[in-house]
């Protein structure tokens, strides 16, 4: 064997997809630095593989994907019982996998470190029980990881006769760092303290400051106020907040570019060519995202009546909504969408079934709006593209995300209604009006042109991103 292997950087996955992307991108930064880097990703056990079976295919494609990094498929866990919440059936997952990542770091040579997705709290005990400094890599934002820290001592301040988020309707919450949060755009997760999920996650990000530090998949300019405030300690009173590293964007040039060198153009990157710059709204909600039938003939309303042109990824409507994540067949767009609007579109408008690439849309020049679920790695991939967003959350973290994204970043506005039962067309129409016709519209672009130039900057020779990843690897070697 080597007599002076590299250290190795263990980075440890959750199972989602918008989760597994930025890490896979950490990684390839780690190995042009000379690290040896292993992701190890968790097996979901037989007994919850229908929750996660497109994580599953996903991590698949990733591997296929990106050779130069090795991954390490843990054991699946013994769960007889899965928890019938899906969310915590995914805890519940990771913690029981804690054992086997905990002889997987005491396996290998020369360990520099074990990197955790936000979900992996639990795992920081295989780290200490390793002797492996631990770190967080966030996949989310800057503000919610300064909302999210705070919470724990929010409800201690609260406790005992303290509402819950669900009973505050839109009461602003004033935590340090982030610009007032209704308290019904906090995620589903923490609306209800009396619920397990609440009291999970408030633990949760209680362990967090155990890290020797976290790196966040954002820029410093994107999100001064939050980075300072985790900076400053601010967000958590009482106790020290680890180092925070903001070294972001890390977006990838994904799913479209490997295709694309091999020959194989996504079909609605050669429509865009045809059209028009900055002419096209592009509608896709995240790996996961879809919405009702109902919705879809609003959307499609919505459209045809604002007369823009768009490229629209549809996917077939969940059975049941809470199972968003659960994988579909195809949609069958004749019966979904309205009558003729396919024919009567097929000039202006592209309709595209479960997948677009869509780093390579949103950096098309054809491309002026993004009608985004905000999911982070959307945010940060229009932020870079230089694209306005039209904000219309779904699930998880994303009612957060769209908080600053409309009143922090000032890049999107809000679409009405996401949190009713439907989105009308007049307000698809009214909002896509906005952003492509109006002054409020062209500021927008303003402000998005600098986040596009601040991104570039952040990740450019001795820009803010890599000396924060600098500081990273410097920390690395001290604990060596
Ligand atoms: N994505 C894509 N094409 C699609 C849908 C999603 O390339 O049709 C990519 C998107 O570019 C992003 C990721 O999948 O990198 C989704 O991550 P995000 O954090 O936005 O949302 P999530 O899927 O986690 O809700």
Same mark, same amino acid.
Not at 177 to 184: E, K, N, T
Not at 215 to 222: C, K, P, R, S
């Given at each position: 064997?080597?007599?002076?292997?590299?250290?190795?950087?263990?980075?440890?996955?959750?199972?989602? #997809?918008?989760?597994?992307?930025?890490?896979?991108?950490?990684?390839?930064?780690?190995?042009?630095?000379?690290?040896?880097?292993?992701?190890?990703?968790?097996?979901?056990?037989?007994?919850? /593989?229908?929750?996660?079976? &497109?994580?599953?295919?996903?991590?698949?494609? +990733?591997?296929?994907?990106?050779?130069?990094?090795?991954?390490?498929?843990?054991?699946?866990?013994?769960?007889?019982?899965?928890?019938?919440?899906?969310?915590?059936?995914?805890?519940?997952?990771?913690?029981?996998?804690?054992?086997?990542?905990?002889?997987?770091?005491?396996?290998?040579?020369?360990?520099?470190?074990? #990197?955790?997705?936000?979900?992996?709290?639990?795992?920081?005990?295989?780290?200490?029980?390793?002797?492996? @400094?631990?770190?967080?890599?966030?996949?989310?934002?800057?503000?919610?990881?300064?909302?999210?820290?705070?919470?724990?001592?929010?409800? /201690?301040?609260?406790?005992?006769?303290?509402?819950?988020?669900?009973?505050?309707?839109?009461?602003?919450?004033?935590?340090?760092?982030? @610009?007032?949060?209704?308290?019904?755009?906090?995620?589903?997760?923490?609306?209800?303290?009396?619920?397990?999920?609440?009291?999970?996650?408030?633990?949760?990000?209680?362990?967090?400051?155990?890290?020797?530090?976290?790196? %966040?998949?954002?820029?410093?300019?994107?999100?001064?106020?939050?980075?300072?405030?985790?900076?400053?300690?601010?967000?958590?009173?009482?106790?020290?907040? @680890?180092?925070?590293?903001?070294?972001?964007?890390? %977006?990838?040039?994904?799913?479209?570019?490997?295709?694309?060198?091999?020959?194989?153009?996504?079909?609605?990157?050669?429509?865009?060519? =045809?059209?028009?710059?900055?002419?096209?709204?592009?509608?896709?909600?995240?790996?996961?995202?879809?919405?009702?039938?109902?919705?879809?003939?609003? %959307?499609?309303?919505?459209?045809?009546? &604002?007369?823009?042109?768009?490229?629209?990824?549809?996917?077939?409507?969940?059975?049941?909504?809470?199972?968003?994540?659960?994988?579909?067949?195809?949609?069958?767009?004749?019966?979904? +969408?309205?009558?003729?609007?396919?024919?009567?579109?097929?000039?202006?408008?592209?309709?595209?079934?479960?997948?677009?690439?869509?780093?390579?849309?949103?950096?098309?020049?054809?491309?002026?709006?993004?009608?985004?679920?905000?999911?982070?790695?959307?945010?940060?991939?229009?932020?870079?593209?230089?694209?306005?967003?039209?904000?219309?959350?779904?699930? /998880?973290?994303?009612?957060?995300?769209?908080?600053?994204?409309?009143?922090?970043?000032?890049?999107?506005?809000?679409?009405?209604?996401?949190?009713?039962?439907?989105?009308? =067309?007049?307000?698809?129409?009214?909002?896509?009006?906005?952003?492509?016709?109006?002054?409020?519209?062209?500021?927008?672009?303003?402000?998005?042109?600098?986040?596009?130039?601040?991104?570039?900057?952040? +990740?450019?020779?001795?820009?803010?991103?890599?000396?924060?990843?600098?500081?990273?690897?410097?920390?690395?070697?001290?604990?060596?």
């Amino acid at each position: 064997p080597n007599p002076n292997p590299a250290p190795t950087v263990v980075l440890h996955a959750c199972l989602g #997809v918008g989760h597994l992307i930025p890490m896979v991108e950490l990684a390839k930064l780690l190995l042009r630095r000379g690290l040896a880097v292993v992701i190890a990703v968790p097996t979901p056990p037989a007994s919850t /593989a229908d929750y996660f079976a &497109s994580s599953a295919s996903a991590v698949g494609a +990733l591997e296929a994907a990106n050779p130069s990094v090795s991954f390490h498929h843990l054991p699946p866990p013994d769960y007889p019982a899965p928890d019938p919440d899906p969310f915590l059936q995914m805890l519940d997952v990771l913690r029981l996998t804690v054992p086997a990542l905990a002889a997987v770091l005491r396996s290998l040579p020369s360990v520099a470190a074990l #990197v955790l997705d936000l979900f992996c709290v639990d795992a920081l005990d295989a780290a200490a029980s390793a002797a492996v @400094p631990a770190y967080f890599y966030y996949t989310s934002c800057a503000g919610d990881l300064a909302a999210f820290l705070h919470l724990p001592h929010y409800f /201690a301040a609260t406790a005992g006769g303290g509402a819950s988020f669900k009973d505050m309707g839109k009461a602003p919450l004033r935590f340090p760092g982030v @610009p007032p949060i209704p308290a019904s755009d906090m995620p589903h997760t923490v609306l209800d303290r009396a619920d397990r999920t609440c009291a999970a996650r408030v633990g949760h990000y209680g362990r967090i400051p155990e890290a020797r530090g976290v790196l %966040i998949n954002t820029y410093e300019w994107l999100e001064a106020r939050a980075v300072r405030a985790l900076r400053d300690g601010a967000c958590v009173p009482g106790r020290a907040t @680890p180092p925070v590293y903001p070294i972001g964007p890390l %977006i990838v040039r994904g799913h479209g570019a490997a295709a694309e060198e091999k020959g194989e153009r996504h079909a609605c990157l050669a429509w865009l060519d =045809a059209q028009p710059e900055r002419s096209v709204v592009f509608l896709c909600f995240g790996s996961l995202g879809a919405v009702s039938a109902a919705q879809l003939k609003e %959307i499609a309303r919505g459209l045809e009546n &604002s007369g823009h042109r768009f490229l629209w990824v549809v996917r077939r409507p969940p059975d049941d909504p809470s199972k968003f994540f659960l994988s579909r067949p195809e949609p069958d767009l004749e019966a979904l +969408l309205p009558e003729g609007f396919l024919e009567r579109r097929k000039d202006r408008g592209m309709v595209v079934k479960m997948w677009a690439p869509q780093v390579e849309v949103l950096q098309h020049a054809a491309t002026g709006a993004f009608v985004t679920h905000c999911g982070w790695n959307s945010v940060l991939e229009a932020a870079s593209a230089g694209v306005p967003m039209l904000c219309w959350p779904l699930y /998880a973290e994303q009612r957060l995300n769209k908080v600053f994204v409309v009143d922090e970043m000032k890049a999107g506005v809000v679409v009405d209604g996401y949190d009713e039962e439907i989105v009308t =067309a007049e307000e698809v129409e009214k909002k896509v009006r906005l952003v492509m016709e109006s002054e409020e519209g062209d500021n927008l672009r303003e402000r998005l042109t600098l986040a596009k130039e601040k991104a570039a900057e952040a +990740l450019a020779d001795g820009g803010p991103s890599r000396v924060a990843f600098e500081e990273f690897l410097n920390d690395l070697k001290l604990v060596k």
